[in-house]
């Protein structure tokens, strides 16, 4: 059975870091695109940053976290992580893993029917 489950989610001050794991069981991790989403209150779920499973681990960001947050994977312990920098009070969301995701450079693009979901971990960036 798939199984995606995030933690490190929190409480951060503006311009403050935070690190996300995604923890994965139940398929072949190794050969899925991985990504995290995000919802804000009131607001649409939205991508954020996705990586392949190519040998090269490419990447994508959404224009509004490029330079500040970083995604990564370790195949060998099934985890993806989300390295968060320079938050921001707009940054205060549900963040959400997902498997098997379109990982291309337009982050509208990346949900598909196939995809499966965590359950989520919170981020609240405030002073």
């Known amino acids: 059975q798939l199984q995606l489950v995030e933690s490190g989610g929190g409480l951060v001050q503006p311009g403050g870091s935070m690190t996300l794991s995604c923890s994965a069981s139940g398929f072949p991790f190794a050969k899925y695109a991985m990504a995290w989403f995000r919802q804000a209150p009131g607001k649409e779920r939205e991508g954020v940053s996705c990586i392949n499973a190519n040998s090269r681990a490419t990447t994508n960001y959404a224009d509004s976290v490029k330079g500040r947050f970083t995604i990564s994977r370790n195949n060998a312990n099934n985890t993806v992580y989300l390295v968060m920098n320079s938050l921001k009070d707009d940054d205060t969301a549900a963040y959400y893993c997902?498997?098997?995701?379109?990982?291309?450079?337009?982050?509208?693009?990346?949900?598909?029917?196939?995809?499966?979901w965590g359950t989520g971990t919170v981020v609240t960036v405030s002073s």
């Open positions: 997902a498997a098997n995701v379109e990982c291309v450079p337009y982050p509208d693009t990346w949900s598909n029917p196939d995809m499966s």
